[in-house]
T-cell receptor
Framework: GQQVMQIPQYQHVQEGEDFTTYCNSS?????IQWYKQRPGGHPVFLIQ?????EVKKQKRLTFQFGEAKKNSSLHITATQTTDVGTYFC???????????FGAGTTVTVRA | NAGVTQTPKFRILKIGQSMTLQCAQD?????MYWYRQDPGMGLKLIYY???????DKGEVPNGYNVSRSTTEDFPLRLELAAPSQTSVYFC?????????????????FGSGTQLSVL
């Protein structure tokens, strides 16, 4: 069945540096969503990408959907301590439309 | 609006005990979901509901039961707790099911229930 894979599982970043986390699907996705979960908190919706090659920005966060709609990335510039948490991507499975979540990328920041 | 409310926040069960995790939403969403989150494993769908009286299994339904008597409430029942059910449980709701290509299908999560079975 469809799986959504995320890499890396952990990302340790120096404050002020940039980093990217990647999401890959074994099948084509109609859309992809990104969520952020702060330590001890619950996932919160960040954004949804729908179109092939789509790029969306939210302040220092840049989200991209691949041309083949099988991968996505989240790039954070000038990382801050407020970026700490786990970032999940999720895509609807083609057979039943249930969201399949990646395992997440857990981000820690060194001040 | 309170959004999605889950109770309790923490619970410790002994093997074989039963309990119900409560979930309520006040956004008039038709679609509600139960997920479990294990370390490094992401979120796995246990059960979901597309409306009052209608429920269906997700990826990991064994050992759980649900009911949906009203639009607002979607309780999750553990009948015979097992150590493998130690996890963090999240209830979520959405305005639309995940087939659409609009942000109306985004999930709103509750604050979670941390359950330990010893």
């Amino acid at each position: 069945g469809q799986q959504v894979m995320q890499i890396p599982q952990y990302q340790h970043v120096q404050e002020g540096e940039d980093f990217t986390t990647y999401c890959n699907s074994s099948t084509t996705l109609s859309n992809i969503q990104w969520y952020k979960q702060r330590p001890g908190g619950h996932p919160v919706f960040l954004i949804q990408l729908v179109k092939s090659g789509e790029v969306k920005k939210q302040k220092r966060l840049t989200f991209q959907f691949g041309e083949a709609k099988k991968n996505s990335s989240l790039h954070i510039t000038a990382t801050q301590t407020t970026d700490v948490g786990t970032y999940f991507c999720a895509g609807p499975r083609s057979n039943d439309y249930k969201l399949s979540f990646g395992a997440g990328t857990t981000v820690t920041v060194r001040a | 609006n309170a959004g999605v409310t889950q109770t309790p926040k923490f619970r410790i069960l002994k093997i074989g005990q039963s309990m119900t995790l409560q979930c309520a939403q006040d956004m008039n969403h038709n679609y509600m979901y139960w997920y479990r989150q294990d370390p490094g494993m992401g979120l796995k769908l246990i059960y979901y509901s597309v409306g009052a009286g209608i429920t269906d299994k997700g990826e990991v339904p064994n050992g759980y039961n649900v009911s949906r008597s009203t639009t607002e409430d979607f309780p999750l029942r553990l009948e015979l707790a097992a150590p493998s059910q130690t996890s963090v449980y999240f209830c979520a709701s959405s305005y639309e099911l995940h087939r659409a290509t609009s942000t109306n299908e985004k999930l709103f999560f509750g604050s979670g229930t941390q359950l330990s079975v010893l």
